[in-house]
Each structure stands twice: as structure tokens, then as C-alpha cells.
């Protein structure tokens, strides 16, 4: 059997609200599918599995991406266009950051040390 390519799939309310969101996270609009569809490109995927005691409600699914440079400059560049960034938390991988979409999806900007 051939590997499978991962697809993240975010529910939203608003699709232009949300692209632009997504475009100032890095990622490129790679295919609209009409009003309800939109696929983006970005780098290679990882699927990963955390173990936790209590699972969150109401999902159970976390979407986390890995920085490519400091945290400092990208809650600067967040911020700078509007988005509203936590603070920066230690973590025992690196660092991380979490902001969340127009509907309020948390979403985590890890630095990995």
C-alpha cells in the first residue's frame, strides 16, 4: 500500500475571513473548490498523537504548525496584521505560541529547540 498524504480539515464560517487568516499564517491557496472548498500549500505534514488523561471537548483534534524562525518575529508579524497572539509558553520541546482563527480554533506556533 502506497503512504497516504495527510488533510487537516478545518470547519469554518466565513471562507474569505479564514483564507486571509490562513495566508498571513504562510500558507498559499492551492485549489478553490467553489465557496465551500479551499486547499492550501504548505510544507510537509505530520500527523502526531498526544496522549492526555482528560480529553478535550468538543474535539479532539489540535492543529499545530512548527515555526521557521523565532517566535518573538512571528507574534511580531501576527500582531501586525491583526492577530491576536498568547503569550510565548516554554515547553519541554522549545517554545510555543498559540493565536486562533476568526472562529476561534486555537492553534499552536511551535519552535522546537
Do not use: C, K
Not at 3 to 21: H, K, N, P, R, W
Amino acid at each position: 500500500m502506497g503512504g497516504m498524504q495527510l488533510q487537516t480539515i478545518i470547519y469554518v464560517s466565513d471562507m474569505e475571513q479564514s483564507i486571509a487568516f490562513f495566508e498571513t499564517l504562510g500558507f498559499t491557496v492551492a485549489y478553490r473548490g467553489g465557496p465551500t472548498w479551499t486547499a492550501f500549500a504548505g510544507r510537509d505534514g505530520v500527523l502526531a498523537l498526544h496522549l492526555l488523561e482528560e480529553l478535550p471537548e468538543p474535539g479532539r483534534v489540535a492543529v499545530s504548525l512548527v515555526a521557521d524562525r523565532d517566535l518573538e518575529a512571528v507574534a511580531a508579524d501576527l500582531g501586525g496584521a491583526g492577530i491576536q497572539v498568547g503569550e510565548i509558553q516554554e515547553q519541554p520541546f522549545g517554545r510555543s505560541v498559540v493565536v486562533r482563527d476568526p472562529d476561534g480554533l486555537p492553534i499552536q506556533i511551535n519552535e522546537h529547540s
